[in-house]
């Protein structure tokens, strides 16, 4: 018998060691100022590579302008309840049905948070007898969706973006079919950058029979001519059956959206327990994104300079020897071999203080024990100065620290 909280005070779990410390410098580092291009941090200014807002619509005057007329008509309060109960208004409707036009789909749903999109629309919708079938890079909030699900003991993770591992995924399954197969993919990885295969798998959903629900969390507002996506991008979005962005990255707000056929939207809405035992969105939030969704639609050119700045930054990078794996997207993932996770804080160290650069760092199990990932997120409201002033403080290190650059870790089977 031991007490619940005697893990609390050893250094296991998540992070344990950093936790330990009470560290906020690698882990819940402390952020001052809007969020943005240039931020403080530690009492200097930084240069901000790690935060999700691609088109840099922080502090956006349009969408900050809807939100304070909304605070001043409706508080920080309204609505009270969820949208199942007393959390339901016409302006609300009016967001879902703007978010459907935009994606393309006749209905949408919202939600509070993404990550509670994404596991109330899975847990919903998959029951006893269906099945999901995942990519193994899914993020945490796929992976919970599952878990809830009535079929968190019959999930079928197939290796990333491998067309023929889903396959016979779908195949197995196939041979005991009792249900429903949902197949679970993000559009753009969160993570590596690099774009799901989404017309071969439309093209095996139909084969197989089963639906496909995108998470889309990094190219909603970001990828295709138009925002709408990865599946516009690919040229698919008419064949997604549901639909999932965040309106955490793009959008600069909070909250998320599944937009799909009418019934099975209206099915999330009166199952998913994420929509129907939550608080709905503030008003503030309805009005603010509402704003947004324009800004999305009218300015072309926030994407353009998005991808401006995201090209300046991976030739930057690229040419100086460091490996940005297989993007496809804005998202930069910078793989450096480092041999121990000494070295990596030492190289984030360094480009916080000495160069003024923030960035994420990730480690294994995500990437290979011995490399770091710095994971960097160009956005529309970076400076040319701000990319020149990065690539120089990255050959800098490169040359400082005499890393050797010429090996390239394998992410295969990852
Ligand atoms: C792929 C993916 N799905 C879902 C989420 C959750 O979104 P939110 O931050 O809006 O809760 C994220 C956020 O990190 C994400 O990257």
């Given at each position: 018998m031991t007490d619940i909280f005697e893990k609390c005070y050893g250094d296991g779990g998540y992070f344990g060691a950093l936790r330990k410390l009470d560290d906020t410098y690698f882990s819940r580092p402390i952020l001052d100022g809007a969020a943005g291009p240039r931020m403080r941090f530690q009492g200097r200014e930084v240069i901000m590579w790690a935060i999700n807002?691609?088109?840099?619509?922080?502090?956006?005057?349009?969408?900050?302008?809807?939100?304070?007329e909304a605070l001043e008509r409706w508080g920080t309060f309204t609505p009270m309840g969820s949208?199942?109960?007393?959390?339901?208004?016409?302006h609300h409707i009016r967001l879902e049905k703007e978010l459907a036009d935009f994606l393309l789909k006749p209905a949408a749903v919202l939600f509070n948070y993404g990550y509670l999109g994404v596991l109330g629309t899975i847990s919903s919708l998959v029951g006893p007898d269906d099945v999901i079938v995942m990519d193994r890079?899914?993020?945490?909030?796929?992976?919970?969706?599952?878990?809830?699900?009535?079929?968190?003991?019959?999930?079928?993770?197939f290796k990333h973006n491998d067309l023929d591992s889903l396959e016979n995924h779908l195949k197995a399954v196939n041979k005991t079919r009792k249900g429903g197969i949902l197949i679970v993919t993000e559009g753009v990885?969160?993570?590596?950058?690099?774009?799901?295969?989404?017309?071969?798998?439309?093209?095996l959903k139909d084969r197989y029979e089963a639906r496909l629900y995108v998470d889309d969390?990094?190219?909603?507002?970001?990828?295709?001519?138009?925002?709408?996506?990865t599946g516009e991008h690919l040229g698919v979005q008419e064949r997604i059956d549901l639909y999932f962005g965040t309106f955490?990255?793009?959008?600069a707000a909070i909250g998320g959206v599944t937009a799909g056929e009418e019934q099975p939207i209206r099915w999330i809405k009166y199952n998913a327990r994420t929509n129907v035992f939550a608080k709905s969105l503030p008003m503030v939030y309805v009005a603010a994104l509402s704003a947004t969704l324009a800004e999305v639609r009218e300015r072309p050119e926030l994407r353009r300079r998005m991808w401006e700045v995201a090209g300046r930054l991976q030739k930057g990078l690229t040419a100086l020897g460091y490996d940005i794996g297989d993007t496809a997207s804005p998202i930069t993932p910078v793989y450096v071999p480092t041999g121990s996770e000494q070295m990596a804080m030492s190289m984030m160290r360094l480009l916080r203080e000495d160069f003024g650069i923030f960035v994420s760092?990730?480690?294994?199990?995500?990437v290979p024990p011995g490399v770091v990932m710095f994971r960097m997120i160009p956005t529309a409201a970076h400076s040319d100065q701000d990319v020149d002033q990065?690539?120089?403080?990255f050959r800098q290190m490169r040359d400082r620290m005499k890393l050797d650059l010429s090996q390239k870790p394998s992410l295969k089977n990852r």
């Amino acid at each position: 018998m031991t007490d619940i909280f005697e893990k609390c005070y050893g250094d296991g779990g998540y992070f344990g060691a950093l936790r330990k410390l009470d560290d906020t410098y690698f882990s819940r580092p402390i952020l001052d100022g809007a969020a943005g291009p240039r931020m403080r941090f530690q009492g200097r200014e930084v240069i901000m590579w790690a935060i999700n807002s691609y088109l840099g619509l922080t502090g956006n005057a349009r969408v900050r302008q809807a939100a304070a007329e909304a605070l001043e008509r409706w508080g920080t309060f309204t609505p009270m309840g969820s949208l199942m109960l007393t959390g339901n208004t016409e302006h609300h409707i009016r967001l879902e049905k703007e978010l459907a036009d935009f994606l393309l789909k006749p209905a949408a749903v919202l939600f509070n948070y993404g990550y509670l999109g994404v596991l109330g629309t899975i847990s919903s919708l998959v029951g006893p007898d269906d099945v999901i079938v995942m990519d193994r890079l899914s993020h945490a909030s796929i992976v919970d969706g599952t878990l809830l699900a009535s079929a968190g003991r019959r999930f079928h993770p197939f290796k990333h973006n491998d067309l023929d591992s889903l396959e016979n995924h779908l195949k197995a399954v196939n041979k005991t079919r009792k249900g429903g197969i949902l197949i679970v993919t993000e559009g753009v990885y969160g993570m590596r950058g690099d774009l799901a295969d989404l017309k071969g798998i439309c093209d095996l959903k139909d084969r197989y029979e089963a639906r496909l629900y995108v998470d889309d969390a990094h190219g909603f507002g970001v990828m295709g001519e138009n925002g709408r996506g990865t599946g516009e991008h690919l040229g698919v979005q008419e064949r997604i059956d549901l639909y999932f962005g965040t309106f955490a990255k793009a959008f600069a707000a909070i909250g998320g959206v599944t937009a799909g056929e009418e019934q099975p939207i209206r099915w999330i809405k009166y199952n998913a327990r994420t929509n129907v035992f939550a608080k709905s969105l503030p008003m503030v939030y309805v009005a603010a994104l509402s704003a947004t969704l324009a800004e999305v639609r009218e300015r072309p050119e926030l994407r353009r300079r998005m991808w401006e700045v995201a090209g300046r930054l991976q030739k930057g990078l690229t040419a100086l020897g460091y490996d940005i794996g297989d993007t496809a997207s804005p998202i930069t993932p910078v793989y450096v071999p480092t041999g121990s996770e000494q070295m990596a804080m030492s190289m984030m160290r360094l480009l916080r203080e000495d160069f003024g650069i923030f960035v994420s760092a990730v480690t294994y199990p995500v990437v290979p024990p011995g490399v770091v990932m710095f994971r960097m997120i160009p956005t529309a409201a970076h400076s040319d100065q701000d990319v020149d002033q990065t690539i120089e403080a990255f050959r800098q290190m490169r040359d400082r620290m005499k890393l050797d650059l010429s090996q390239k870790p394998s992410l295969k089977n990852r």
